[in-house]
């Protein structure tokens, strides 16, 4: 006999997979709000407040997200593709001139930084759960 808490209902599933969707959409977004907000400058200095404010709060936004991520599915893989999503967008930016220019220099340490902060707190926080595996519940039982 099968239990809805081992075969979700069609619903659910569509559900769960829509928000995981959006929840890779949210991390490519992040992506692109990095790579613009990354490399402030007033004239020809960088703005180095303004470097460390948006790779802190990439990272704190990337871990929502995995967290997120991982409310929805039990398999770390599936967590992380939010994550995943967001270093794509990071990689295409460091790599990729525009217009001759790359978003992510490397001459300063800005895009190292972004990746550190960015990628950090939530690839430590999947790592965690890929080896103790999801959080489970714990059931209380009456002694005696």
């Known amino acids: 006999?099968?239990?809805s808490a081992q075969h979700p209902a069609p619903v659910d599933r569509w559900v769960d997979r829509?928000?995981?969707a959006l929840l890779i959409a949210d991390g490519v977004a992040v992506g692109l709000l990095a790579a613009f907000f990354l490399p402030w400058t007033v004239g020809p200095t960088p703005v180095v407040l303004g470097t460390v404010v948006t790779a802190v709060t990439t990272g704190i936004v990337n871990l929502l997200l995995a967290r997120a991520a991982a409310a929805r599915t039990t398999r770390t893989a599936v967590a992380a593709?939010?994550?995943a999503a967001w270093l794509l967008?990071?990689?295409?930016?460091a790599t990729v001139s525009v217009g001759g220019n790359v978003m992510?220099?490397?001459g300063d340490?800005?895009?190292g930084l972004l990746l550190v902060?960015?990628?950090g707190p939530a690839g430590f926080w999947l790592l965690g759960r890929a080896v103790n595996g999801p959080a489970r519940a714990t059931v209380h039982t009456r002694a005696g």
Do not use: E, H, N
């Open 1 to 3: 006999m099968s239990t």
């Open 18 to 20: 829509t928000m995981l």
């Open 81 to 83: 593709l939010p994550l």
């Open 89 to 93: 967008v990071y990689l295409i930016f």
């Open 104 to 106: 992510f220099p490397g």
């Open 109 to 111: 340490g800005r895009g």
């Open 117 to 119: 902060l960015g990628a």
